[in-house]
């Protein structure tokens, strides 16, 4: 733990306090005058660093306590001033001469609520007319760390991704800053790189290996064990492709197989990059592959493989309307079509490898477990597992109507989806056998996604957001919007939820409680699912018809606008960030746009 210490004198009475980690916040008095005869008065100084540190890197609040005699004499909480402003003043007057304890506690949001990420306290005797030194250091709350899965599974030449998580003694998580997180392995078996709680790891022999990670603010690890088999048989099922392209900064829907709707880029300012015409309208969402390249359907029967940098086609592959697509370990490009199928495209020359054909219409954009297998539902009612290598069926599992949802992957190798039946179900990734299903009160178009400790967030068109357990399908809480939701929920890396509603607004909503946060109207229904940069920013489209679609950027912590896009018809595509920051998505105007 880095730690800071200052020593601060108080004019007729006694107190306050330095942060966690260099650099930390500290409290400092200017003195004051007495509240009253025989009393004292305490004014404190926040002094707030740069956003760079636990401490208050995490923390958009303290709250100070002064008790004497175990009651509370007094409480403030003093929120992050805004941009450009580093101290914040509180005062406490009409304080009793007699020994009070002075305590501090940091919470991620401005109203002091939430997981505490460090706490302090420290007694000192109020004394008229006495200048008294006190210290007060704020330790962080953070006891243990863990890696999921664990253990791990992957095979050679494939690729997983490992999630973090802190908590407190208590079990509740507890929010770590960017960048504090540090990835390392023991072996040469695999490789990787982390990007703050999540890492890619990829398999490069047979054999096992230790990935551990450190916040290095509290100086707590966690550990995985990480098995690399040689190809072929991984968690129940032949190899085929073996997981996601590594390398990719978003190879399918929302991001990866837990649509956390995270990406690795940041920095966009609303310019336009480049723009690609299709010949109808684009609601499906983009991948991008390893080497930048955009892939993307449109409803004039084509999907298109575009130059991420220029926008310039590479190639084209008709044959109908297409879901939006998922990216397999050896580029290979699966995506399901309203002609009835599900195709495996070679990524780099658009040939086919293969057709699946389901019963009817698949708009449901697949997902690949870390073993190749691909699962995608299809409105015939089915969801199916297929050999990504061949097409072969592995099994199908039959809802009791449509399938628009896409499939989810949860570390152990669930699937979760919906349908139209109104139910979210859990399947078991080997076999396809239902785990439970959750009834909600209306179809679930919305495609679920999974938090780092399990839970299941979906949205659905009776208007509510759950939260489910994982494990259990037990609703753990439920929030109600204004209108039927179609957006997928995207997951902050402090817990946050974010989802759009055709209410016209985007929700910030605390992924343990429920509790909204914040709210954002953007003036028409949002369907599109946001996405989030690597700095918090979400990014999300709405439908506001022939008066122009707009993609919206949003501070994640307060959802104020940092800027917005204008496009020429509906925004239902969900955008997807590039590796530089730049934002992909479609629109009813037929258009691709690269914003940057």
Same mark, same amino acid.
């Given at each position: ?6 020593? =601060? ?124 030194? =006190? ?123 837990? /649509? ?100 009817? =219409? ?16 299809? $409105? ?14 592995? $099994?199908? !599992? ?39 299903? !959750? ?5 679930? /178009? ?80 949002? /369907? ?36 917005? !896009? ?10 997807? =960030? ?17 914003? /940057?």
């Amino acid at each position: 733990m880095r730690t800071a210490y200052l020593t =601060i004198l108080l004019g007729l009475s006694a107190a306050l306090l330095a942060g966690c980690g260099a650099g930390g916040s500290t409290f400092n008095n200017s003195g004051g005058a007495p509240g009253g005869t025989g009393r004292g008065s305490l004014r404190l100084t926040i002094r707030w660093p740069e956003p760079s540190r636990l401490i208050p890197a995490a923390a958009n609040s303290i709250t100070v306590t002064l008790t004497a005699d175990k009651q509370q004499v007094a409480q403030q909480t003093v929120a992050r001033p805004a941009a450009g402003q580093s101290t914040s003043n509180v005062s406490f007057n009409a304080l009793p001469p007699t020994i009070i304890t002075v305590s501090a506690a940091a919470y991620p949001s401005s109203d002091g609520t939430g997981t505490a990420q460090a706490t302090g306290s420290e007694d000192v005797t109020v004394t008229a007319n006495v200048q008294t030194p =006190i210290t007060l250091l704020l330790l962080s709350t953070i006891t243990r760390v863990t890696v999921t899965p664990n253990p791990a599974t992957v095979n050679a030449g494939a690729s997983t991704t490992l999630t973090a998580a802190a908590a407190d003694a208590s079990g509740n998580m507890v929010l770590v800053a960017p960048g504090t997180w540090k990835w390392t392995t023991t072996a040469g078996t695999v490789t990787g790189s982390g990007t703050d709680n999540t890492a890619v790891v990829s398999g490069l022999s047979s054999g096992s290996a230790t990935v551990t990670v450190t916040d290095t603010d509290s100086d707590k690890s966690g550990s995985t064990t990480v098995t690399v088999g040689s190809g072929g048989t991984t968690g129940g099922g032949t190899g085929g492709s073996g997981g996601l392209q590594a390398g990719s900064p978003w190879p399918m829907f929302h991001g990866g197989v837990r /649509h956390t709707g995270r990406g690795i880029g940041s920095g966009a300012t609303g310019q336009q990059k480049w723009t690609f015409k299709t010949g109808n309208v684009v609601t499906s969402s983009p991948a991008i592959g390893a080497d930048g390249t955009v892939y993307i359907g449109s409803e004039d029967s084509n999907f298109y493989a575009l130059d991420g940098a220029t926008g310039q086609q590479k190639w084209a592959f008709n044959s109908g309307g297409f879901s939006s697509p998922a990216i397999g370990a050896d580029g290979t490009v699966y995506v399901g079509s309203d002609g009835y199928h599900v195709y495996a495209l070679d990524g780099a020359t658009g040939q086919q490898k293969w057709a699946f054909k389901t019963g009817y =219409i698949v708009y449901a954009s697949p997902a690949i477990g870390a073993d190749g297998t691909v699962y995608v539902g299809s $409105w015939d009612h089915n969801v199916y597992a297929l050999n990504g290598a061949t097409g072969q069926q592995k $099994w199908v !599992f039959e809802t009791g109507d449509r399938v628009w949802s896409s499939p989810a992957i949860g570390a152990d190798g669930t699937v979760y989806v919906g349908s139209d039946d109104y139910n979210v179900y859990a399947l078991d990734g080997a076999t396809g056998q239902q785990k439970w299903a !959750f009834k909600t009160g209306y179809a679930v /178009h919305s495609s679920p996604a999974i938090g780092a400790d399990g839970t299941v967030y979906v949205g659905g068109e009776d208007d509510n957001v759950y939260a489910l357990d994982g494990a259990t399908g037990q609703q753990k809480w439920v929030f109600k919007t204004g209108g039927y939701i179609n957006s997928s929920p995207a997951l902050g890396t402090d817990g946050m939820v974010y989802i759009g509603s055709s209410d016209d607004n985007v929700y910030a909503l605390d992924g343990a409680t429920g509790r909204q946060k914040w709210v954002f109207k953007t003036g028409y229904a949002v /369907h599109s699912s946001p996405a989030i940069g690597a700095d918090g920013t979400v990014y999300v489209g709405n439908a506001a018809g022939l008066e122009g679609g707009y993609v919206y950027a949003l501070d994640g912590a307060t959802g104020q606008q940092k800027w917005v !896009f204008k496009t020429g018809n509906n925004v239902d595509s969900s955008p997807a =960030i590039g590796a530089d920051g730049t934002v992909y998505v479609g629109s009813w105007d037929d258009n691709v746009y690269a914003i /940057h």
